[in-house]
């Protein structure tokens, strides 16, 4: 959580996102967007123009000339030297903008993704770390996974259980953020998919989230019957 949050504890992000106007949020990410598309662009540029330096030099020293040769490599090299430094200040510009970038979408991102996020690194034992928001090619916004090494993984590409687990989990945060008198939860055979592990976390979490409301779930399947008598956190198991 710090090293996606710049160093910041999660009382300081708070405080931050606090802060924040909102309305505000996607013209300044448009702009950044904006920015670091430019800064890719003059990466390409400047790795186009090393590229052709570093030919000129190669083609000059297999020249005629040695003397001319020799003073027009020098150059080459300089000429590269320059062209390197920039494409360093560049790369590390876009670097910085689509951190920006990240940092604004997350200041602005839903609390119940936030919630289901929290949930589903639960329910899949820390296969995934969060939920967040993105964009398609036609950067119209979608949901994905986020896996602990940074990778994001569209609802399409999940696991029949995993996607399973994502739904339960916004299905949680969705009751929990629901003002007025706590609603029970019914879930009738939502295990069917999990492995083992799976199914012990999330009847974990089911067993938390039944401390504020009541929660009853329904299987035909004596595992997930076994695995729910093994919690023993104000766990009933009711044959029928």
Same mark, same amino acid.
Request: proline share 2%; no cysteine.
């Given at each position: 959580?710090?090293?996606?949050?710049?160093?910041?504890?999660?009382?300081?992000?708070?405080?931050?996102?606090?802060?924040?106007d909102?309305?505000?949020?996607?013209?300044?990410?448009?702009?950044?967007?904006?920015?670091?598309?430019?800064?890719?662009?003059?990466?390409?540029?400047? &790795? #186009? *123009?090393?590229?052709?330096?570093? %030919? !000129?030099?190669?083609?000059l020293?297999?020249?005629?000339? +040695?003397? $001319?040769? =020799?003073?027009?490599?020098?150059?080459?090299?300089?000429?590269?030297?320059?062209?390197?430094?920039?494409?360093?200040?560049?790369?590390?510009?876009?670097?910085?903008?689509?951190?920006?970038?990240?940092?604004?979408? &997350? #200041? *602005?991102?839903?609390?119940?993704? %936030? !919630?289901?996020?929290?949930?589903?690194?639960?329910?899949? +034992?820390? $296969?995934? =770390?969060?939920?967040s928001?993105?964009?398609?090619?036609?950067d119209?916004?979608i949901?994905?996974?986020?896996?602990?090494?940074?990778?994001?993984?569209?609802?399409?590409?999940?696991?029949?259980?995993?996607?399973?687990?994502?739904?339960?989990?916004?299905?949680?945060a969705?009751?929990?953020?629901r003002a007025?008198?706590?609603?029970?939860?019914?879930?009738d055979?939502?295990?069917?998919?999990?492995?083992?592990?799976?199914?012990?976390?999330?009847l974990?979490?089911?067993?938390?989230?039944?401390?504020?409301?009541?929660?009853?779930?329904?299987?035909?399947?004596?595992?997930?019957?076994?695995?729910?008598?093994?919690?023993?956190?104000?766990?009933?198991?009711?044959?029928?």
């Open positions: 959580m710090t090293e996606i949050g710049d160093g910041l504890d999660a009382q300081k992000l708070r405080l931050e996102q606090a802060e924040l909102l309305s505000v949020l996607p013209s300044e990410i448009a702009l950044s967007e904006q920015t670091q598309a430019r800064l890719l662009h003059e990466v390409g540029e400047a &790795a #186009a *123009a090393a590229s052709g330096a570093q %030919a !000129r030099r190669e083609a020293a297999n020249g005629r000339d +040695a003397a $001319g040769a =020799a003073r027009e490599r020098a150059e080459a090299a300089g000429e590269l030297v320059d062209i390197a430094e920039r494409w360093l200040v560049r790369a590390a510009a876009a670097r910085l903008a689509a951190r920006a970038i990240e940092r604004h979408r &997350a #200041a *602005a991102q839903d609390p119940l993704i %936030a !919630r289901a996020g929290e949930l589903f690194r639960v329910a899949t +034992a820390g $296969g995934f =770390a969060d939920l928001a993105d964009y398609d090619e036609a119209r916004p949901l994905v996974a986020r896996r602990g090494d940074g990778e994001r993984v569209r609802i399409e590409g999940l696991s029949e259980g995993a996607r399973d687990q994502l739904f339960l989990s916004l299905r949680l969705l009751i929990e953020r007025g008198e706590p609603l029970p939860f019914i879930g055979d939502l295990l069917a998919s999990f492995d083992d592990e799976r199914t012990r976390r999330t974990a979490l089911l067993s938390e989230f039944g401390a504020q409301r009541q929660t009853i779930v329904f299987t035909h399947h004596a595992r997930v019957a076994e695995l729910a008598g093994d919690i023993g956190r104000d766990v009933e198991v009711v044959e029928m």
